[in-house]
């Protein structure tokens, strides 16, 4: 969309923030991997260690900083439900790399990544092999199968057009 998609506006406020608002609901502290924005204190930068790695770059940075699992949500995903967080945790399988599937489609920085898969990461960013589905299908993975019903909430905002249907989604839910 020609600049970070975190901080385009959505109903008046940045589009991660969506996202930060339902996490601080679970976590006792949410990480934002890139460039930072305005944001409650329960909310933290962690600096891609190279911003143009996208979003493996930004999951390597995290693994590296927080040296745990972690659940990853990309910031441009602004209706992930808690519900889905929560289903995600659930059925996470602990030091496997969790990531979800629904309708059919592998969201692949939804999920649970485990420690233990930073060298993997470190060695595809070090090959310049960027594509995450590509990563998943040469590692081990459990994938969390989510029921169709959830596909409207993993929607991603990449496009102008996505953007609009988006805030048409708001104003329709403000209406209700």
Request: proline fraction near 8%.
């Amino acid at each position: 969309m020609g600049h970070n998609k975190a901080l385009i506006p959505l109903n008046g406020k940045p589009i991660a923030q969506y996202i930060t608002d339902t996490l601080q609901q679970i976590f006792p502290q949410v990480y934002i991997s890139g460039e930072a924005f305005t944001a409650p204190a329960i909310v933290r930068n962690i600096p891609d260690s190279d911003p143009d790695k996208g979003p493996m770059g930004g999951i390597c940075a995290s693994l590296t900083y927080l040296k745990e699992d972690s659940f990853f949500a990309p910031c441009d995903m602004p209706f992930l439900s808690k519900g889905i967080v929560k289903e995600v945790l659930a059925k996470s399988v602990k030091g496997t790399l969790s990531v979800v599937r629904c309708a059919g489609k592998v969201y692949p920085t939804v999920g649970v990544y485990p420690y233990v898969v930073l060298p993997a990461l470190q060695q595809a960013l070090a090959a310049n092999k960027l594509k995450m589905v590509a990563f998943l299908s040469e590692n081990q993975v459990h994938y969390i199968n989510l029921s169709e019903h959830y596909a409207p909430f993993l929607q991603n905002i990449n496009t102008p057009e996505a953007l609009t249907q988006a805030q048409q989604f708001i104003e329709k839910e403000l209406n209700h």
